[in-house]
């Protein structure tokens, strides 16, 4: 093994411990969430929405700066709060709340951190224009579904 | 019609007696200072709507109507009075971080434009509580601003 190939190991092996596996939790159940919304389906949405809830809550930001620690807390009870409603609404509802969560979690992941490359993506046209996240760069509208599944634009990479 | 007698004095009895089961009475005198009204410009017409169509469940102080304590209309006042409060309280509006505030500005819109706030259940004896077209988009406008200047 080349010398090379070594230090990509090390460096990807320190890159692993580094991220957060509650803050993967949280933007995993995050995704599965999104993808319910984009296949319209209210009960998986409003399942995945619970799912959210109990990773949020399961959080554990003792690790990070005094600073970061307040402005975690204050984003994982407004997080909380939105995957609360989606787990008990409607799917207008659950879309309205999901703007306001993407947006909690992408000031999340800006603190945390995560291990792979994820995609910010913008739609105009839903709510004089929302955002949401996405770990592939294909386009699929969480907030339109079938009706305008290809309804936006990647706006932003993150890495 | 024996049968009758006793299913009404059952009835009766069970009225009479759940009259006896204590509610939380949801009342208080002072405002405390992080009150929506008291942190933010709030225009009159604005401050009235607010009080009249949501501060009888958002908030420390109830108007209670006359059936208040009569059972079983005040467990449900109570409970609805609970989620509200819950929910939403005016009177700790400023203990909210702006992240909060911003979330619960945006439901307050949402809430008005799909007409589920103020509830029907309370819009019916409170019919003062109801917004018009014009109020709606007044207190939508007022919120939006509140809103974008966070």
């Not at chain 2, 005016?90 to 971080?97: G, I």
């Not at chain 2, 819009?123 to 007022?142: C, Q, R, V, W, Y």
């Amino acid at each position: 093994m080349s010398i090379a190939a070594m230090l990509l190991l090390v460096v990807s092996f320190t890159n692993a411990q580094s991220s957060d596996v509650k803050a993967e939790a949280i933007l995993s159940d995050y995704f599965s969430l999104k993808d319910a919304l984009i296949g319209d389906d209210t009960k998986k949405s409003a399942q995945e929405g619970s799912k959210l809830v109990a990773s949020l809550k399961a959080f554990d930001a003792s690790s990070y700066s005094k600073e970061n620690q307040e402005e975690l807390a204050d984003i994982i009870e407004d997080a909380t709060e939105h995957a609360e409603h989606i787990s008990e609404s409607a799917i207008d509802h659950q879309r309205e709340h999901f703007k306001t969560l993407s947006k909690d979690i992408a000031d999340l992941v800006s603190i945390t951190g995560t291990k792979s490359t994820l995609y910010e993506q913008f739609c105009p046209m839903y709510d004089k224009g929302s955002a949401w996240l996405s770990t592939s760069k294909e386009v699929k509208n969480p907030y339109y579904g079938s009706k305008m599944l290809k309804c936006g634009k990647v706006q932003k990479t993150i890495q | 019609m024996r049968i009758v007698k006793i299913i009404v004095l059952v009835l009766l009895v069970a009225f009479v007696g759940i009259q006896f089961i204590p509610t939380t009475r949801n009342q208080s005198d002072s405002v405390p200072s992080t009150d929506f009204m008291l942190v933010n410009d709030v225009p009159e017409t604005i401050q009235k709507k607010l009080q009249v169509s949501c501060y009888d469940c958002h908030s420390n102080n109830t108007q209670y109507p006359w059936y208040n304590k009569i059972q079983p209309a005040a467990w449900f006042l109570e409970d609805h009075i609970k989620e509200g409060k819950d929910e939403l309280n005016f009177n700790e509006w400023d203990s909210l971080s702006s992240r909060r505030k911003a979330s619960k500005l945006r439901s307050i819109v949402k809430q008005i434009e799909s007409g589920e706030m103020p509830l029907d259940s309370y819009t019916l004896i409170h019919t003062d509580a109801k917004f018009s077209e014009a109020e709606a988009e007044e207190m939508i406008n007022f919120i939006t601003q509140l809103k974008d200047n966070l």
